[in-house]
T-cell receptor, first 117, second 116 residues
Framework: QQQVKQSPQSLIVQKGGISIINCAYE??????FPWYQQFPGKGPALLIA?????SEKKEGRFTISFNKSAKQFSLHIMDSQPGDSATYFC????????????????FGTGTRLTIIP | DGGITQSPKYLFRKEGQNVTLSCEQN?????MYWYRQDPGQGLRLIYY???????QKGDIAEGYSVSREKKESFPLTVTSAQKNPTAFYLC???????????????FGAGSRLTVL
């Protein structure tokens, strides 16, 4: 019940295209969903995050879509660029004040994104 | 600038030796974490600490040890009991283990350990 399932494992997209990474969860206590971006040899960095009270959050070319009833959320990268080539991790954690809120962040398995010219 | 400093960035070890990886944060975060990442793989939790002088085993704690004597510091020792220690090690911290945004992690730049 603690897992976050992420797909695909790897993704190749042409420059200018849309990259889509999907995640699904089962734990209904999860209430905050961050995405991380990791370049080779670097630590992951927070990219964007969403709460389930909104269906979509956009920051520049990055958009999170959230479907609470299906317990699924996805990252869309519009106009994908070679500089977006990285590994992306979705994650989930219980909400503030939740009895299980002291549990650690649960990560997906990661998606290696490659943008080709 | 606030952040997490990991050192050394690269470390080579002979089999049978213990090594200690340093992690220091100046974010005033309560919780700290150590993750291991193998090539092309995800993040596996080794140990975490939610408060000074307390820490908990993660999913792959065998062969590792930690201490949390100061809020700012969470060193990881890779012991000779760890059978396959070559990996990329990531230290992270979060504001406080109370859920929501407070659980979001800030990562260091990582330490790459190679066993010769």
């Amino acid at each position: 019940q603690q897992q976050v399932k992420q797909s695909p494992q790897s993704l190749i997209v042409q420059k200018g295209g849309i990259s889509i990474i999907n995640c699904a969860y089962e734990n209904t206590a999860f209430d905050y969903f961050p995405w991380y971006q990791q370049f080779p040899g670097k630590g992951p960095a927070l990219l964007i995050a969403i709460r389930p009270d909104v269906s979509e959050k956009k920051e520049g070319r990055f958009t999170i879509s959230f479907n609470k009833s299906a317990k699924q959320f996805s990252l869309h990268i519009m106009d994908s660029q070679p500089g977006d080539s990285a590994t992306y991790f979705c994650a989930a954690t219980p909400g503030f004040g939740d009895p299980f809120g002291n549990e650690k962040l649960t990560f997906g398995t990661g998606t290696r994104l490659t943008i080709i010219p | 600038d606030g952040g997490i400093t990991q050192s050394p960035k690269y470390l080579f070890r002979k089999e049978g030796q213990n090594v200690t990886l340093s992690c220091e944060q100046n974010l005033n975060h309560d919780a700290m974490y150590w993750y291991r990442q193998d090539p092309g793989q995800g993040l596996r939790l080794i140990y975490y600490s939610q408060i000074v002088n307390d820490f908990q085993k993660g999913d792959i704690a065998e062969g590792y040890s930690v201490s949390r004597e100061k809020k700012e510091s969470f060193p990881l020792t890779v012991t000779s009991a760890q059978k396959n220690p070559t990996a990329f090690y990531l230290c992270a911290s979060s504001i406080s283990p109370i859920g929501g945004e407070a659980n979001v992690l800030t990562f260091g730049a990582g330490s790459r350990l190679t066993v010769l």
